[in-house]
């Protein structure tokens, strides 16, 4: 398992025999950065305003070889149709995600850690990790909507 330490990007690229490259540590800088994930294009965005010259297509193809190397994580859930990419910090994290706005707002503690060591004991299946991630509306939005019902 990959241990990602903030602020020592290039010793670790480089004990998973992959380059140092000023747009690789420029990303995971932009990452350690971050309170939630974001899409490749949030990432591209934040580079250019950062005066970093990269194609979109090179922002992409680095998260990709990020995520296959466990530095950071490719989550399941979109945002638009797009994945969603967050630091590898060894934090378990679980998120409740909007579907009006597109909010996550992470869980605390895990409700299928106890659900995990069960299936280990059950059927020797040595569980490796997992992804929670649980839509619905939050509060702003649900209200939103209950007002365009209640005006029909």
């Given at each position: 398992?990959?241990?990602?330490?903030?602020?020592?990007?290039?010793?670790?690229?480089?004990?998973?025999?992959?380059?140092s490259t000023k747009h690789?540590?420029?990303?995971?800088?932009?990452?350690?950065?971050?309170?939630?994930?974001?899409?490749?294009?949030?990432?591209y965005m934040m580079m250019?305003?950062?005066?970093?010259?990269?194609?979109?297509?090179?922002?992409?193809?680095?998260?990709?070889?990020?995520?296959?190397?466990?530095?950071?994580?490719?989550?399941?859930?979109?945002?638009?149709?797009?994945?969603?990419?967050?630091?590898?910090?060894?934090?378990?994290?679980?998120?409740?995600?909007?579907?009006?706005?597109?909010?996550?707002?992470?869980?605390?503690?895990?409700?299928?850690?106890?659900?995990?060591?069960?299936?280990?004991?059950?059927?020797?299946?040595?569980?490796?990790?997992?992804?929670?991630?649980?839509?619905?509306?939050?509060?702003?939005?649900?209200?939103?909507?209950?007002?365009?019902?209640?005006?029909?």
């Open positions: 398992m990959v241990t990602v330490v903030p602020g020592n990007y290039g010793e670790q690229l480089k004990k998973l025999g992959l380059k690789r540590l420029s990303i995971l800088k932009i990452m350690e950065n971050l309170d939630s994930p974001v899409t490749a294009d949030e990432v250019e305003k950062d005066k970093t010259s990269i194609s979109i297509s090179t922002v992409y193809r680095i998260l990709e070889l990020l995520a296959k190397n466990n530095i950071i994580i490719k989550m399941n859930v979109t945002q638009n149709g797009k994945a969603l990419f967050v630091l590898n910090g060894n934090v378990h994290r679980h998120y409740l995600i909007c579907l009006g706005c597109h909010k996550m707002t992470p869980i605390d503690g895990c409700p299928i850690a106890d659900y995990e060591k069960k299936l280990k004991e059950n059927t020797d299946f040595y569980v490796t990790g997992h992804h929670l991630e649980i839509y619905g509306y939050c509060s702003k939005c649900k209200k939103s909507i209950e007002n365009k019902a209640n005006k029909k």
